[in-house]
Nanobody
């Protein structure tokens, strides 16, 4: 398992932007596929975006496509989620997750390592 720590959550107005970061404690960060999930109050946790290893195109949920961008910096062991054009329905706790092998389409069961979550309120 990989220890993951999210930062960058907070409050934003509708139409605004936030960027989330997730730092991983591992020497083999580049070998992991990485993801952002979110869980809104009273709802199940859902996948937001996934960044695969091996050159596979990123996966985005329909709810965030064209508004959110997932990226990584392997030198800094950090995963990012740039969130633009935020909507009230984006309000949730956001989690980063990691695993070496992730299926397509991705699901919660694909990931073994999870961060503690960071709150985003729009």
């Amino acid at each position: 398992d990989v220890q993951l720590v999210e930062t960058g959550g907070g409050s934003a107005q509708a139409g605004g932007s936030l960027i989330l970061s997730c730092n991983a404690a591992t020497y083999t960060f580049s070998s992991f596929s990485l993801a952002w999930f979110r869980q809104a109050p009273g709802k199940e946790r859902e996948v937001v975006a996934v960044l695969y290893t091996g050159g596979i195109n990123p996966y985005y949920s329909n709810a965030v496509k064209d508004r959110f961008t997932i990226s990584r910096d392997n030198d800094k062991n950090t995963l990012y989620l740039q969130m633009n054009s935020l909507k009230p329905e984006d309000t949730a706790i956001y989690y980063c997750a990691a695993n070496r092998v992730v299926g397509y389409p991705p699901g919660e069961a694909d990931f073994k390592s999870w961060g503690q979550g960071t709150q985003v309120t729009v």
